[in-house]
């Protein structure tokens, strides 16, 4: 009887556990076709969204679980953060001074879903993608329609219309419920706060923001760190949404001189030494303060970038009195917040024009008549942002990708290199976004900033939305 028992015990426990894990087989089973499903299901419905058909249809095949469709479910919202790139004092200088100042919601609207359920698991199409929803969590089963390459990124939005819902082994109808509406660009849509400004490509200044607010904001989430080159900034559990930056080209032609508390933003620059690519275009007028015979007597001039440990000056000092005709020596640092620095010297590099009605200096500081600057040892009297005297100059330097043949190019103490070509190489070490700074060692007769004009600055971008491109398109969905 003993042993009968045992037996008996066994062959239940064996059935039990058999069974159990029979059910889970099979249910996993069953979401895994639900996945191929909605898989193909996402493809008919693309055919419909983006213009190829007006209707298509497709079985579904027999599952346990319930497929409805749930208009309204989550948003998306695309914002061109500080379109016009002033800053809230209204000085016009082209800078954000991180306030987002001018805002505009370039699209705003709902997702909608057609979900599967199955017990606690959840296959849901939405926004053109597949998203698997288990345990608070959500993962990508295939990609949204969101396409962000190089330059452009093409974000036609589908929106799920429609209350329907079945089991079994239904059919599903995707209808198209309205003509594509093109929302950017479009040139017959002014920017709110800007009437002079539409909605035209190529678009410029500020950051592009999506916002997807959904129950599968962590499937989005997973998109946009693996799929796209933007940058996740926010993720709000509580709120299930998730916020996604995409930079645009920064400001480009003409600038007014930047300040220590009003730096100019670089944005969006391409590393690059080959001909007709990064920096292409970099000029700086400087006037002085006091017209007087002494122009820029006390000229100790600075623009420069500090960021992450890495300092780089472009430094002008007057070696005269100031006067006309008188010659301003060009120092360039970079210090990569390492034991050693770089440094580069040119004496006599610009003189004091007095050609026109105002004195100035004329800095063209990208091109081929660029002075020659010698690699040498460099002081804080040299500069006025930085300070090397506690570290040694790096001796040999190396550059490399020079120019066009990606070769490395060394130089030691006593080498040349055009001034053009060094500011370009140390640019690359900031790209693609930094800020450009300028202040004066001498307050007394230097650079009077507002006046000083006839700044240039011109780069290619990368990583960067230069071309946007964004629709909405309605789909209906119902079951048969």
């Given amino acids: 009887m003993l042993i009968l028992g045992m037996v008996v015990i066994g062959m239940t426990s064996v059935v039990a556990l058999g069974s ?7 249910r996993q089973s069953t979401l895994e076709r639900a996945e191929q499903s909605m898989a193909q299901f996402d493809s008919r419905a693309a055919q419909v969204a983006l213009g190829a058909e007006s209707l298509q249809e497709l079985s579904l095949g027999h599952s346990s679980g319930n497929y409805q469709v749930v208009e309204g479910e989550g948003t998306i919202t695309v914002t061109h953060v500080n379109h016009d790139g002033d800053d809230s004092d209204g000085d016009d200088d082209k800078t954000d001074d991180g306030n987002y100042d001018d805002d505009e919601d370039i699209y705003s609207g709902p997702l909608g879903a057609v979900v599967y359920q199955n017990g606690d698991t959840e296959i849901a199409y939405q926004g053109g993608g597949v998203w698997r929803h288990q345990d608070g969590n959500t993962q990508m089963v295939s990609p949204p329609e969101f396409h962000y390459e190089g330059s452009t990124l093409t974000l036609p939005v589908v929106t799920v219309t429609g209350e329907d819902s079945a089991s079994g082994s239904p059919t599903a109808v995707v209808e198209r419920a309205t003509s594509t509406e093109t929302i950017y660009p479009n040139s017959n849509t002014d920017y709110v706060d800007n009437s002079t400004k539409q909605y035209t490509n190529p678009a410029s200044n500020g950051q592009i923001i999506v916002t997807i ?17 933007g940058s996740v900034i926010d993720v709000d559990h509580g709120a299930e949404t998730v916020t996604a930056e995409l930079i645009t080209l920064g400001h480009q032609g003409e600038f ?12 969006g620059l391409e590393p690059s030494m080959q001909d007709g690519d990064g920096l292409k275009d970099l000029a700086v007028t400087l006037r002085p303060i006091d017209r007087t015979q002494d122009h820029f007597s ?6 420069y970038v500090h960021s992450g440990g890495q300092e780089m000056e472009i430094n002008l000092k007057m070696q005269g009195s100031g006067g006309c005709g008188d010659a301003a020596d ?17 004496e006599n590099a610009y003189t004091v024009d007095c050609s026109g009605s105002t004195p100035k200096i004329e800095l063209d500081l990208i ?9 040498e040892s460099v002081t804080a009297s040299n500069l006025v942002a930085s300070n090397p005297n506690s570290i040694s100059l790096q001796d040999p330097v190396v550059f490399d990708h020079f120019e066009g043949d990606n070769a490395d190019v060394t130089y030691t103490v006593g080498s040349d290199a055009s001034a053009d070509l060094i500011i370009r190489h140390y640019f690359n070490h900031f790209a693609p976004t930094f800020d450009l700074r300028s202040t004066d060692g001498n307050h007394g007769n230097s650079v009077n900033e507002p006046s000083s004009n006839g700044n240039n600055i011109i780069y290619t971008g990368s990583d960067v939305i230069t071309y946007l491109h964004v629709s909405e398109n309605e789909v209906k969905v119902r079951f048969e």
Avoid: C, K
Wanted: charged content about 20%; proline content about 4%; aromatic content about 18%.
């Fill in 20 to 26: 159990v894990a029979l059910e889970d087989t099979e």
């Fill in 213 to 229: 607010q959904s129950e599968y904001y962590q499937g989005w989430e997973e998109y946009f760190n693996s799929r796209t080159e």
């Fill in 256 to 267: 007014n001189l930047p300040s220590e508390d009003n730096p100019f933003q670089v944005r």
């Fill in 298 to 303: 006390s000229l100790d001039w600075s623009m």
């Fill in 330 to 346: 060009l120092t360039i640092y970079y210090h990569d917040g390492g034991e050693t620095y770089q440094g580069w010297h040119a």
């Fill in 367 to 375: 091109g081929d008549s660029t002075p020659s600057m010698n690699y």
